[in-house]
């Protein structure tokens, strides 16, 4: 597979889709698993490493949102089978271990090993050739590239195998794949072109393109790495390819990609450490020629889309094993791919991930240590920039320790903005976390930061943050009192706002609906809207929210089955929450939608949104999305026992539920059995959260008798 796009365009047009072109990529993907689980099918997504993310944070992950989705939607339910052949591991599906199978090739068993070598013609009794198999540890390339090796010698001499160098490797880290690696390179020498082109590739961590080669031998060659290479179009450039693929140790070539090379990650890896260790300045000067060459390598100075900013990403890599620490991170991530302050990669791309990758190079210890070779400003910068990426992708635990270590290097520096930023982050954060006392404590820090500081909007975006702490915590009063403060202050700081935007303006927005006030919600979000003309991706997520959510309870309240208007405001806000990539936000879309169904009577659907929300809260340890979960959880139990699917016997299994990816069919007592699991569950987490704001709706929530 090289197209998802297209891959899906042509599948759902296959399997009698009616337009291809309509909804999110995420609607195309769940379109397209309905479809596909209209039959009986077998699936198989032949090659998929293309799709995959290469940078080692997201190592694996899908890159495409309809094909994460198709993927997912088949892990959950499928009548079918689907086959994924792919060197890398796929860790979306990590969380349906229950109903899928990732099954490593890596290793092979004895008799496998022995019959391997045999069909390559290595003479052996079938007990030899079984005891070289386990000495190279049934490892699958190890032993494939050791008959390789054995034909070099006339007759394949299995005693050759006894001469392979042993190393000082953990054997999970490819050690007798490697020893085979080393021999070739002992074989080839380091003066031949074989070794240097391996040499080269192990540069990357990724297939190369061809163009990024001559990018290094292109003038003056590389002393140890590229005396040999001079080009990579003449015949010497085909007969050392040949060679290399004629001992497995390069990929053939690839008719979707010609201008790629590729080979085992174990190959790049085994050439790349010992390039760095031998040839310190060959290593250093190949990746200096190759951060110039990715960096101009954009059309434009400042590209738009993520895939045009790909060699921004790679070039950030280079130039931090250049040794160009700060250059690349000031003048390609910060001024190019972040665009400063304009967050460009968070706010319109919704690319944390990827930003995620190209940060994990700069660090000493991972999130917790930046290399010495940046600026201290720089330093605390990066360590909240990966907090808030962290956080995004979901996971949350994580992101607490390097936004800590950040402020503190803020306050140490008396950056009192900055340290009002960070604290402001924890707090948010920690509410997440279902810790909202500690929460509440951060909150506090910002508003003092920001005081202190003197900057009129991040005195504004505190007290808003912090507002919402408070409200968390069911301090209602406390809470309204100091968005209005906010908001009082903005007005005299930006006279052509009349009201609060962004996420504050959604934090309001969902205080006021909690006391009823639909028509001021729709004012402002309505004026949200248009007063915006550069939003980030979430804040049009956020304002469909507030709309659907009032126009839903706005229908409810007048006992209207008119939710068409809600349910679109509702589509858009989950999309669009999606799109942005900020994983801590997406619940409140599904759990808005997944009420919605309920009213509906829809509960099929209802469970679908709600059963991501959890997953998604489980995952990231989101607690007060969990405590959210087990109401609505609650809720939909108790309507379905108030609109039985029939008059069938009480033992009957007539009600369905999903639970874990998983439809189960239940009878009316196991139905009261889950409300009650549900509930206690859920008066625990509000208990230990102290997320009081659901005080209420636990001492309303009753189950009804049946």
Not at 354 to 374: H, I, R, T
Request: aromatic share 8%; glycine share 6%; hydrophobic share 35%.
């Amino acid at each position: 597979m090289t197209s998802a796009d297209m891959f899906i365009s042509n599948a759902l047009e296959w399997f009698g889709d009616a337009d291809q072109s309509l909804g999110s990529p995420w609607d195309k993907g769940k379109r397209l698993a309905k479809l596909i689980n209209n039959h009986k099918t077998l699936l198989i997504l032949d090659g998929l490493e293309p799709l995959q993310a290469a940078a080692k944070v997201e190592k694996g992950k899908i890159k495409d949102p309809a094909l994460e989705t198709l993927i997912k939607e088949l892990a959950k339910n499928s009548k079918g089978l689907c086959i994924i052949t792919t060197r890398e591991h796929v860790p979306e599906l990590d969380r349906y271990s229950k109903k899928t199978k990732q099954e490593n090739l890596e290793h092979i068993s004895d008799e496998a090993g022995r019959k391997l070598l045999e069909t390559r013609r290595i003479i052996g009794s079938e007990k030899e050739l079984e005891r070289v198999v386990k000495q190279f540890g049934n490892h699958a390339l190890a032993i494939n590239l050791l008959a390789e090796y054995l034909r070099m010698f006339d007759n394949h001499p299995l005693e050759k195998a006894d001469s392979v160098p042993n190393l000082d490797i953990p054997e999970e880290q490819g050690k007798h794949a490697r020893r085979i690696i080393e021999a070739f390179a002992n074989y080839f020498g380091s003066a031949s072109a074989e070794y240097q082109l391996l040499s080269i590739l192990g540069l990357f961590d990724r297939p190369v393109p061809i163009d990024a080669i001559d990018a290094i031998i292109r003038d003056n060659s590389v002393p140890g790495l590229s005396d040999k290479i001079t080009d990579t179009s003449g015949s010497s450039w085909v007969t050392t390819l040949e060679n290399l693929r004629k001992h497995k140790l390069l990929f053939e070539k690839s008719e979707h990609r010609p201008g790629i090379l590729d080979c085992h990650p174990l190959i790049r890896e085994h050439f790349g450490e010992k390039l760095e260790r031998q040839n310190p300045d060959g290593w250093k000067e190949a990746h200096a020629r190759l951060y110039e060459y990715y960096k101009d390598l954009p059309g434009k100075e400042f590209p738009d889309t993520l895939e045009e900013m790909e060699p921004l990403f790679v070039a950030v890599m280079h130039g931090y094993l250049a040794g160009k620490h700060q250059e690349a991170m000031y003048d390609v991530f910060f001024n190019r791919i972040r665009r400063h302050d304009e967050f460009y990669t968070w706010h319109k791309l919704g690319a944390h991930g990827a930003d995620l990758s190209c940060l994990s190079n700069y660090f000493e210890m991972l999130w917790n240590k930046p290399v010495s070779g940046l600026r201290e400003d720089f330093k605390a910068a990066i360590l909240n920039w990966a907090g808030f990426s962290l956080r995004a992708v979901g996971r949350l635990s994580e992101a607490a320790q390097p936004m800590k270590v950040g402020m503190e290097m803020r306050i140490e520096q008396k950056d009192w903005k900055e340290s009002s930023i960070d604290a402001s982050n924890l707090s948010e954060l920690y509410v997440a976390l279902g810790d909202v006392p500690l929460a509440q404590k951060y909150g506090a820090q910002s508003v003092t930061f920001s005081d202190r500081s003197g900057d009129r909007d991040w005195i504004v975006a505190s007290r808003a943050s912090h507002a919402d702490t408070l409200h968390q915590e069911g301090e209602d009063k406390a809470a309204e009192k100091l968005f209005i403060e906010a908001e009082e202050m903005q007005k005299k700081r930006q006279p052509v706002y009349l009201w609060l935007y962004s996420l504050s303006s959604f934090q309001l927005c969902d205080l006021l609906l909690s006391t009823g006030r639909y028509q001021e919600v729709l004012e402002r979000a309505d004026y949200a809207i248009k007063i915006k003309t550069t939003t980030p991706l979430s804040d049009f997520g956020f304002n469909s929210l507030s709309i659907g959510k009032t126009l839903m309870l706005q229908s409810i309240e007048r006992n209207s089955s008119d939710f068409a208007e809600a349910e679109d405001y509702l589509g858009q806000a989950v999309d669009g929450l999606r799109e942005a990539g900020q994983q801590q936000y997406l619940p409140w879309g599904l759990l808005a939608r997944t009420t919605l169904s309920r009213y509906q009577k829809d509960f099929p659907k209802s469970w679908v949104d709600l059963d991501e929300a959890r997953e998604i809260a489980e995952y990231g340890q989101m607690r007060l999305h969990l405590t959210d979960y087990h109401l609505e959880a609650c809720r939909n139990i108790r309507d379905q026992l108030d609109n039985p699917p029939g008059k069938q016997d009480r033992a009957s299994k007539d009600y369905q539920i999903i639970e874990d990816g998983e439809t189960l069919s239940l009878s009316k007592e196991e139905m009261q059995a889950r409300f009650q699991e549900h509930f206690k569950e859920a008066e625990r987490l509000v208990k230990e959260t102290g997320y009081h704001r659901r005080d209420k709706e636990l001492k309303e929530l009753k189950m009804p008798k049946v």
